[in-house]
């Protein structure tokens, strides 16, 4: 799943970073699907790695693992705003936040995240109070998730990705294979229908990575539909109603004994009018620099932007160090020069002890950091999915030493030699 940092680094620069944590990390008792309806106090009490959500709806690790309070990754020397942003005014070089205050700024780092849109599947949010259903983007929701495989008997076990765009866009296929791993270990396989209905056309965008998971498609017996989008869900029922994308209008009604639903999602609503928006509601930057086209002195990082690549913490983790060489020479009134290629990763998890780790760039094509073939199947990139990267996240990446996968191969050679 995608992540949202904001890198404030170095304490030559003093950059104020308003960061109203719409979105990705952030979740308090009250934020149960969107960012958008809960208070400023509750929101904030607690930061989430949320790339382990995967593994949590599947019952691999505890919700509780991760999860810290915010105010322990809050760097020193920053003033925490416990506010939700309303408005970006860039001509005026400033933003209002929700208690009515105006902050003005001399450089602004826009971070805001991806919103979840499950109100716009006809039947939820509040099918969720309902069993057999559940979903691994909500720290409300992820723990439905494994109880729902839990109790599966036998039928259909319906995995589902939106006609929008998401955070990690692997992650709705990734509960599916450690669905099936489950079921085989529990001896229920023979009793379920697994079936992945997806908007997109393919089953991945890289080829290299796509063929592979096709294999495993095939070997696995998992059936997988294209084009078809989740509309409604009939929890009372266990049915969920799909269109066809080919034939809009034309629908499919399917009964399910446990559901995996993948929000809509789409850019927080405080920059879908904005004047750093493109047309479609994300921050309009440049995608070498992350410089915004028009305003010079605001910058854009990770789900809320434009950037044409994958909405993941590894994009994001790239990108940060990018972000921090840009807006350091600008400061100094100096032309960028380090550009962002694109690079973005998903670790494709497989079954409880196999990854397949996809990195690729702008182009599609795969950038590897390691020495070996990255699209078979590897027990050590479960290990670095399950327990290296939350360990890089907390002690390397929050405290801004993360420049990307340079990092990881750097300590990969160390390590070799």
């Keep these: 799943m995608a992540l949202l940092v904001t890198v404030v680094s170095s304490s030559r620069a003093r950059l104020f970073a308003c960061i109203p944590r719409l979105g990705f990390q952030q979740a308090g008792p009250l934020q149960l699907h969107t960012g958008a309806s809960c208070t400023a106090k509750n929101y904030y009490e ?29 760097p020193s020397g920053i003033e925490w705003i416990q506010a939700r942003v309303t408005e970006l005014s860039p001509d005026k070089n400033c933003i ?11 450089y602004l780092i826009i971070a805001l995240g991806i919103q979840l849109d499950y109100h716009k599947i006809k039947g939820l949010p509040e099918g969720f109070d309902y069993p057999k259903i559940g979903s691994n983007y909500s720290v409300k929701t992820v723990e439905k998730t494994w109880k729902a495989l839990q109790d ?12 929008t765009p998401v955070k990690c866009a692997g992650a709705p296929q990734k509960i599916m294979y450690l669905s099936e791993a489950y079921f085989r270990k529990t001896g229920k396989r023979s009793k379920a229908n697994i079936i992945f209905n997806t ?9 290299k990575y796509a063929d592979a998971l096709q294999e495993i498609i095939q070997e696995r017996n998992l059936t997988v539909n294209y084009k078809q989008n989740l509309i409604e869900v009939r929890a009372d029922k266990q049915e969920a109603v799909f269109e066809n994308l080919d034939k809009p209008g034309e629908t499919q009604v399917i009964s399910y004994e446990m559901l995996h639903v993948t929000p809509p999602m789409s850019s927080p609503d405080v920059l879908k009018m904005s004047p750093v928006s493109d047309a479609a509601g994300w921050v309009d930057v440049d995608k070498e620099t992350l410089q915004h086209k028009k305003y010079p002195n605001v910058f854009g990082i990770g789900d809320c932007t434009n950037l044409p690549t994958s909405k993941t913490a590894a994009a994001v983790a790239a990108q940060s160090g990018i972000l921090d060489r840009t807006i350091s020479l600008i400061m100094k009134n ?7 290629d694109g690079y973005t990763s998903c670790p494709l998890v497989t079954s409880y002890n196999r990854v397949i780790l996809a ?35 907390w002690n390397v990446m929050l405290r801004g030493y993360w420049g990307g996968p340079a ?5 990969f050679h160390l390590g070799m030699s």
């Design 96 to 106: 209002y936040i929700d208690n009515g205050k105006q902050i003005s700024y001399k």
């Design 407 to 411: 990092f990881l191969r750097k300590l």
């Design 46 to 74: 607690r930061h989430f790695y949320q790339p382990i959500w995967t593994l949590v709806g599947a019952g691999a690790k505890q919700l509780s693992s991760s999860g810290r309070p915010t105010a322990s990754v809050i």
């Design 199 to 207: 908007s997109l056309g393919a089953i991945f965008g890289v080829k």
């Design 359 to 393: 990195e690729f760039d702008y182009k599609g094509q795969p950038l590897e950091t390691f020495p070996f073939n990255q699209g078979k199947e590897r027990l050590s990139m479960y290990f670095m999915k399950a327990d290296l990267m939350p360990f890089l996240y």
């Design 334 to 340: 100096q032309t960028p020069r380090k550009k962002y």
């Design 152 to 163: 599966f008997k036998e039928g259909n076990a319906i995995f589902t990705f939106p006609n």
